[in-house]
């Protein structure tokens, strides 16, 4: 049973940057599709950015996080990173880390994932 623990969340001013991180415990976190998601208050879960296992190591990132951030991993910690850059108030949201372990599938979709982490909250306010 794979477990998700996200952390690195809180306030940052617009312009600003931030990372998050997702530590994955409890099974081999390197053979798991990782991604991260994003919810704001009456909207819909989007998907930001998403990176293979570390056989193939390919990455993907939804269209508001294209050239601001970027998804990595780092296989001795069982850590997935998501950095974030040039914030703007429109990414005020609690980002959730999820991962499935099926390398066939890469992508977005949330229902894709089976793993799921409690979120962090990222405020970017002046």
Same mark, same amino acid.
């Not at 991180?21 to 976190?29: A, D, R, V």
């Not at 053979?31 to 208050?41: E, T």
């Not at 974030?84 to 005020?92: G, I, K, Q, V, Y």
């Not at 066939?104 to 229902?111: D, E, G, V, W």
């Given at each position: ?5 996200? %952390? ?7 312009g600003? %940057?931030?990372?998050?991180s997702? +530590?994955?415990?409890?099974? =081999?976190? +390197?053979? !798991?599709v990782v991604a ?7 909207? +819909?879960? +989007?998907g ?13 990132y939804?269209?508001?996080?294209k050239?601001?951030?970027?998804i ?8 997935? !990173?998501l950095?974030?850059?040039n ?7 609690? !980002?959730?880390c999820?991962? =499935? ?5 890469? %992508? ?10 409690q ?6 306010s002046?």
């Amino acid at each position: 049973q794979l477990e998700l623990a996200e %952390s690195g969340g809180g306030l940052v001013q617009p312009g600003g %940057s931030l990372t998050l991180s997702c +530590e994955g415990t409890g099974e =081999h976190f +390197e053979v !798991y599709v990782v991604a991260w998601f994003r919810q704001a208050p009456g909207k +819909e879960r +989007e998907g930001v950015a998403c990176i293979h296992n570390v056989d193939h190591g390919w990455t993907t990132y939804g269209d508001s996080a294209k050239g601001r951030f970027t998804i990595s991993r780092d296989s001795a910690n069982n850590t997935v !990173y998501l950095q974030m850059s040039n914030l703007e108030p429109e990414d005020t949201a609690v !980002y959730y880390c999820a991962a =499935h372990g099926f390398s066939a599938y890469f %992508s977005l979709r949330p229902q894709e994932f089976d793993y799921w982490g409690q979120g962090t909250q990222v405020t970017v306010s002046s």
